[in-house]
């Protein structure tokens, strides 16, 4: 029988945390010192408050948002992990000069996280998001993109 490695649980429950919405859960992984950078978005985080911030934005523009992994590849102080998000979209959300509004209707969209670690705490955060789905999802039109 396989070893589990001791990231494997402490992954789980990071996605855990993400899908209850819990912030101070979610920052308790985190170092003190922790990175969250959004590669797609070109947002950066540095430290506990400035992540807090990151994730109530987030919560408050997707309030259903769920993460389900698809793949996870843990090795000795990092995890890469493959998901989908789906999430009801709740504020306008502006690309460039154009925006979508709000329609009620579930999205999802994928992405890759990868979170090296220090001990069992989140070192930094990752993300890379498929973003042409992601703005299709939401009702771009290719002419906007």
């Known amino acids: 029988m396989p070893s589990v490695h001791p990231l494997e649980k402490v992954i789980a429950a990071y996605g855990k945390a993400w899908n209850d919405h819990d912030v101070e859960a979610i920052l308790a992984m985190h170092t003190e010192d922790s990175v969250f950078e959004n590669h797609t978005s070109g947002g950066k985080a540095v430290g506990k408050a400035a992540i807090r911030e990151?994730?109530?934005?987030v919560f408050a523009t997707f309030p259903d948002i769920r993460f389900d992994a698809r793949r996870t590849y843990v090795r000795d102080g990092v995890v890469t992990q493959e998901?989908?998000?789906?999430?009801?979209?709740?504020v306008p959300f502006t690309r460039g000069s154009a925006t979508v509004q709000p329609t009620g209707r579930k999205v999802s969209w994928n992405g890759?996280?990868?979170i090296p670690f220090e001990g069992n705490r989140v070192a930094r955060k990752d993300v890379y998001v498929d973003s042409m789905s992601f703005l299709k999802a939401l009702g771009f039109r290719q002419i906007d993109l």
């Open 54 to 57: 990151v994730l109530k934005g």
């Open 112 to 114: 890759v996280d990868v």
């Open 83 to 90: 998901w989908t998000a789906s999430g009801t979209l709740a």
